[in-house]
């Protein structure tokens, strides 16, 4: 690899690199395997999954998405500056009292997962006297938050008069493990509360349900970790989606020392042979994981070069000594996780998944990216 080429040159010793067309390669990829008339959402929560959900979402409208899915309502307000007007764009926190105004204003849909949620914007509606869009969210083994089948059974349609019902959905628990009888039990559950709601879009398939089959796909997918191309977001099947975050270090210094001495707190790594030592402007206050400490790997110049020592705040240590004296000095770039050395292994490493590994990444990365196009400004 040698020097790592970015777009602009980098004034911090920590560069993240967001490659936008990874991210529409992905999307197309996602609508691709889509049985006729199925739509792909996109979920951009936390960030993006830590790519940047300005710059995500302003391809992703660009490339055709129009419906997205947002954790908090602060989130869903930044994106309606980015989206055009014929955007959906739901929330999935709860609905909170006090709130209905910001989502008629913004027109925002809420995702409604309590009875309590339904009452608080049914009556908001009666209220305006106007019918604001809503999804509902069902429960059927995730058991986090969701209508219940009973409550779902029970709920009489007077409780939604004032309320326009635009998707239901839920959410699978182990879409990851395809073989397991979560998946079909839950499908089946789906099948039954939606009846329901027959004019409502459908949607169960998140990244790894959209792998589960067509059977699983009905009117809405909802990808979010298959964006970032990690190859843990799919399951089975052939890989076909490409990484979109890519995270390299600056070398700060490099030390040679003997063998028997060590290196980093609490003195973990000893030496066993003369070696150079090279400091890198990363650590745990980064998202860099602390568990990466003696296992890790970086990536330079077609090498695996191992983490040795602590992995502290603000820097780790590698071992650069079989890479050639001259291959390798202060200044040049390692690549963390990226093209060579994918996030999914890194976070394996660590006891983690990619998708906390993405979304721990510090503000002490700049960011750069690959493939922009210029924000469409949403009006309220």
């Not at 307000?77 to 913004?106: M, P, T, W």
């Not at 975050?245 to 707190?265: D, F, M, P, T």
Request: hydrophobic letters at 40%.
């Amino acid at each position: 690899m040698g020097k790592t080429i970015f777009p602009y040159s980098s004034s911090l010793p920590l560069a993240l690199i967001t490659d936008l067309e990874a991210v529409a390669h992905n999307y197309h990829t996602l609508c691709s395997d889509l049985k006729k008339g199925t739509l792909c959402a996109t979920v951009l929560k936390a960030n993006a999954y830590g790519m940047g959900v300005k710059e995500v979402a302003a391809r992703l409208y660009h490339e055709g998405c129009r419906h997205f899915f947002l954790a908090y309502l602060s989130e869903a307000i930044e994106l309606k500056n980015v989206v055009g007007h014929d955007s959906f764009i739901y929330v999935l926190a709860d609905l909170r009292q006090g709130d209905e105004e910001l989502y008629a204003l913004y027109n925002l849909i809420p995702v409604l997962s309590s009875l309590s949620q339904i009452q608080i914007w049914n009556a908001f509606c009666q209220r305006k006297q106007k019918c604001y869009k809503a999804a509902l969210h069902f429960d059927t083994g995730m058991t986090r938050t969701g209508l219940t089948p009973r409550v779902v059974k029970n709920l009489e349609l007077s409780a939604l008069s004032h309320i326009e019902i635009m998707c239901v959905m839920s959410h699978l628990a182990c879409p990851y493990q395809p073989t397991h009888p979560m998946n079909e039990a839950q499908r089946l559950a789906f099948d039954e509360l939606r009846m329901r709601f027959p004019f409502a879009l459908g949607s169960l398939a998140n990244s790894g349900g959209v792998c589960l089959g067509r059977s699983y796909q009905y009117d809405l997918i909802r990808p979010g970790s298959a964006l970032t191309g990690c190859r843990s977001s799919v399951p089975m099947g052939e890989y076909r989606l490409k990484p979109v975050l890519k995270a390299y270090a600056q070398i700060l210094q490099i030390n040679e020392i003997q063998r028997g001495e060590s290196v980093g707190y609490d003195t973990t790594f000893i030496a066993a042979r003369p070696s150079r030592i090279a400091t890198l402007g990363v650590g745990y206050a980064d998202g860099y994981p602390r568990n990466l400490s003696n296992r890790g790997e970086v990536y330079f110049a077609g090498q695996r070069l191992p983490v040795v020592g602590r992995v502290s705040m603000d820097l780790i240590t590698i071992d650069i000594t079989d890479v050639p004296l001259d291959k390798i000095h202060c200044g040049d770039w390692v690549e963390l996780f990226g093209d060579n050395l994918l996030a999914h292994e890194v976070a394996e490493k660590a006891g983690t998944i990619s998708n906390e590994l993405f979304t721990r990444l510090g503000p002490r990365f700049e960011r750069f990216y690959v493939g922009a196009v210029q924000q469409t400004l949403g009006v309220a």
